[in-house]
């Protein structure tokens, strides 16, 4: 076995999940965890949901699946508004631009669609990564996007074109699990399967900062809405707060018990949302590290998470289901 597909059967084993369908549960055991918590159940992808996010209003939720669709929710209901259907094409991240007129879906075909909100129209594909699509993240005007994919490489987007810019090629053989635009658009945060949180510079291309404090593959990276902040998540199962300017790492916070997959910033940068195989959400104080609410509710692995725009409630996905939680309590 080659040394990248030791180092990429995280990747693997996640994607194999994303493109599975349901066995081995029931149902009920599908829909419904001890101890649920939860404000909302949204039901309606048959599949894992690979990522979510809210509307810069907060009116809506949108989701991704191994499905092959996106779906828009009511946030506030939780009722199924819309489903945009990407045949044959898994989907494995997603990002809203801030403006809320555009939606980016990253597919297991190594494709990235551009789509029009709110009615959902397929705008561009974008083409040119040689593996599939992992992340993906608007910058502050809509007018970027940053990809990362299992080809080991970035690639910076004109959103509104639908042409590619630049490629960012770090120099290893291991995927780039996730990807992130600083507040300002001028820096980006990249996780890999080296265990490495990258800062590089976003007009360039330069690599600004490598930081090593992990012991397993990095599974998603975030500035903190203010920039002062980076946060990662990781296979070893913890999640870490960095200075985003010396790269000194500040909190290391251990609490979930399986690997961590997702996290988000509370949008006044005071909380991290951590989701976990260990089928939880863990809400933290980002600046002093304690662990202010543990939310339960799924029956399996959770897989993505993302704060609402007002920081009052919480949307996370696993098998088939999303839940909506209070997040302010």
């Not at 990429?8 to 994607?15: E, H, I, M, P, R």
């Not at 996007?145 to 090629?169: N, P």
């Not at 599974?219 to 300017?245: E, Q």
């Amino acid at each position: 076995m080659t040394t990248r597909r030791v180092l990429t059967l995280g990747a693997c084993v996640l994607a194999s999940f994303i493109s599975a369908g349901f066995a081995g549960r029931s149902a009920n055991q599908q829909e419904k965890g001890q101890d649920d918590q939860s404000l909302l159940t949204l039901r309606g992808h048959d599949r894992w949901v690979s990522a979510v996010a809210f509307s810069p209003d907060g009116k809506l939720i949108i989701s991704g699946s191994g499905d092959d669709t996106l779906k828009i929710w009511d946030a506030h209901t939780g009722k199924e508004k819309l489903t945009l259907r990407a045949d044959g094409k898994s989907v494995t991240a997603l990002a809203v631009s801030r403006d809320g007129n555009y939606l980016a879906s990253g597919h297991w075909n190594k494709t990235i669609k551009i789509w029009g909100l709110p009615g959902g129209k397929e705008l561009f594909t974008l083409r040119g990564h040689k593996e599939s699509i992992t992340s993906v993240a608007f910058n502050l005007d809509g007018k970027r996007i940053v990809s990362g994919s299992a080809d080991d490489t970035m690639k910076i987007w004109d959103s509104h074109a639908g042409k590619e810019i630049r490629t960012l090629d770090p120099d290893n053989e291991y995927d780039i699990t996730s990807v992130a635009y600083s507040p300002d658009g001028k820096r980006i945060v990249s996780g890999d399967g080296e265990n490495n949180v990258k800062i590089w510079d976003a007009s360039t291309g330069k690599e600004l900062t490598t930081l090593t404090d992990h012991e397993a593959t990095v599974t998603s990276v975030a500035f903190s809405p203010d920039g002062k902040l980076v946060a990662s998540s990781s296979m070893d199962d913890t999640i870490r707060i960095w200075d985003a300017d010396t790269g000194k790492n500040l909190l290391t916070l251990r609490g979930h018990t399986d690997d961590v997959t997702a996290i988000a910033f509370s949008p006044d940068s005071k909380r991290i949302a951590s989701a976990s195989e260990d089928g939880t959400v863990i809400i933290w104080n980002a600046h002093s590290g304690k662990e202010l609410a543990t939310l339960r509710g799924h029956a399996d692995l959770v897989m993505s998470v993302a704060f609402s725009p007002d920081g009052t409630r919480l949307v996370a996905g696993s098998k088939g289901i999303l839940k909506v939680w209070a997040a302010d309590k």
